[in-house]
Nanobody, 117 residues
């Protein structure tokens, strides 16, 4: 199993970024996938989940209405569209696979998002 995130960077407050996560080594469409974020020295913060078929999504209150999770099962790719970014969205963002017991069983290496003027 391999998960590779991309798309992070430096953006001004109010700006947008789209993160991608390329998945391989498993049947992507049969797993819930998640985005999780972490600040240096801090705990993990769950951001969003999406079902295998993409028809069900969940969001943390802190990002609801600003972030959109999606997936393209034909491309084995997970996305996170982030709009109206705020400085408090500055984190290392990871994509993660939800295992059969719904815990995170595989993670990517992360992509840094920095929101600053």
């Amino acid at each position: 199993v391999q998960l590779v995130e991309s798309g992070g960077g430096l953006v001004q407050p109010g700006g947008s970024l789209r993160l991608s996560c390329a998945a391989s080594g498993f049947t992507f469409s049969t797993y819930y996938m998640s985005w999780v974020r972490q600040a240096p020295g801090k705990g993990l913060e769950w951001v969003s989940d999406i079902s295998g078929g993409g028809d069900t999504t969940y969001y943390a209150d802190s990002v609801k209405g600003r972030f959109t999770i999606s997936r393209d099962n034909a491309k084995n790719t997970l996305y996170l569209q982030m709009n109206s970014l705020k400085p408090e969205d500055t984190f290392l963002y990871y994509c993660a696979r939800r295992g059969s017991d719904y815990t995170f069983d595989y993670w990517g290496q992360g992509t840094q998002v920095t929101v600053s003027s």
